[in-house]
């Protein structure tokens, strides 16, 4: 999330971060920087975001998405983090606005794990909004990557998954046309006014395409 932020506060533009239920909004340990593990220790962005009272204070106090106006917006971002491929099947508020920006003509962007929204978000006639569609997320590859970092910490017996599916394998099952950049690579995509982002690396990417997705 902080990536985005970032490019989009540079620009100038108005950011209100929401969040499914509002209030504090918590990173997973292997998203927080300041996790003792050590796993995201160079997203320096993010360190300096929290280090930050008045901005750390943004993701303390969170408005709840029930209260997003599409009308008040240009765009909207959904943030990764491992949570969303937890909690994101239960989000239908989340998946009604984000199909509603879309068929607004707005921008309706997905970063990393929050690419996990494109398998529930449906569009008025029934069919998946990803569907027919070029995406981006996490991939495989970076999964593998995760999962034999938690073995080797030991947070996780070794041959378990980190997460409860896949979002490459989950977007070409939908009949999305899924593509990656590679490992760790900053990379986003653009369909239209879809734009969906690789992974947390690929914050700026995502937010380029924004951008250029709102005239610059």
Known sequence: MTHPWLAFTERGYEVAIFSPEGNKCEADALS??????????????????????????????????AELSVDAFDAIVVAGGQA?????????????????????????????????L??????????????????????NVEEDFADNAVWEMGALPHGTHLMPWRIEDEMRALGANYIQAGLWRDFAVRD?????????FSGAATARLVIEALGG
């Open 118 to 139: 494109l398998r529930y978000a449906r569009l008025s006639t029934g069919e998946l909004l990803a569907k027919g569609r070029t995406v981006t997320g996490f991939a």
């Open 84 to 116: 969303p491929m937890f909690t994101f099947e239960d989000a239908t508020e989340l998946q009604r606005l984000f199909v509603n920006f879309f068929a607004a003509g707005k921008v309706a962007a997905a970063l990393c794990h929050g690419v996990a």
């Open 192 to 200: 239209g006014n879809l734009i969906t982002g690789q992974q947390n």
């Open 32 to 65: 927080d920087p300041r996790d003792p593990s050590g796993y995201s220790d160079t997203d320096l962005i993010s360190l300096g975001f929290l280090s930050t009272p008045k901005l750390a204070a943004l993701v303390e106090t969170t408005r709840p998405i």
